[in-house]
């Protein structure tokens, strides 16, 4: 029985730093993956409505309406919550493209 393969102590730790170091020397790189971040959850948010038609039909009376907009249902509030994502992933395809730091 031979022992399975292990990293060297102390990789990940070694890791993690060097990939944040990375993403501080090429901002792009950040929003390139915060747009990709933000992609995904927008389409799971579409496809979490799709998977919950009866939420048409379910009033939503959330206290934050003042705050964030008032919704007819429980889709239309998700919806929202997807294109808000959307325009998240916007703005970084904008600023991956001009990142502050260069």
């Not at 890791?15 to 915060?34: I, K, Q, T």
């Amino acid at each position: 029985m031979g022992q399975e393969p292990r990293a060297p102590a102390g990789a990940g730790v070694r890791l993690l730093p060097a990939l944040l170091d990375e993403y501080a020397l090429r901002p792009a790189w950040s929003y390139r993956l915060n747009a990709d971040f933000e992609d995904h959850a927008e389409h799971e948010y579409a496809l979490l409505v799709r998977e919950h038609p009866e939420w048409e039909d379910e009033p939503y009376a959330g206290s934050f309406g003042g705050d964030f907009g008032a919704y007819d249902s429980l889709a239309d509030l998700f919806r929202q919550i997807g294109y808000d994502e959307r325009l998240h992933k916007e703005e970084s395809e904008v600023r991956m493209r001009a990142p502050r730091f260069t």
